[in-house]
């Protein structure tokens, strides 16, 4: 079983920044497919961006390609969501899910993800 646990979310104004990280309790994410997820009250989980297992490939959705970095640094590191240029539509709950995963496969959808984290809030004001 394989838990995640996500940090890095707060409060920040519009055009600010924020970086979460997604950390594995007991085991490295090398073998992993990554992606970050995003809920809003009264909508649909929503795929914000992904990367393979090797880091070679990432996805994004389009309303945070520019704004948004997703990274991995090494097999023992949290991969993390880089947020710039923060807007008051970004504020949700975002989820960090994993899948056990070969080469440059980007998984879009939440189906996908055997593993998922407890959500941090993130809120941005206008």
Known sequence: QVQLVESGGGLVQAGG????????SGRTLSSYAMGWFRQAPGKEREFVAAISSNGGSTDYADSVKGRF??????????????????????????????????????????????????????????
């Open 17 to 24: 920044s924020l970086r979460l990280s997604c950390a594995a």
């Open 69 to 126: 970095t997703i990274s991995r640094d090494g097999a023992n590191n949290p991969v993390y969501l880089q947020m710039n240029s923060l807007k008051p539509e970004d504020t949700a709950v975002y989820y960090c899910a994993g899948v056990r995963s070969i080469g440059y496969y980007v998984p879009p959808r939440p189906r996908e993800y055997d593993y998922w984290g407890q959500g941090t809030q993130v809120t941005v004001s206008s």
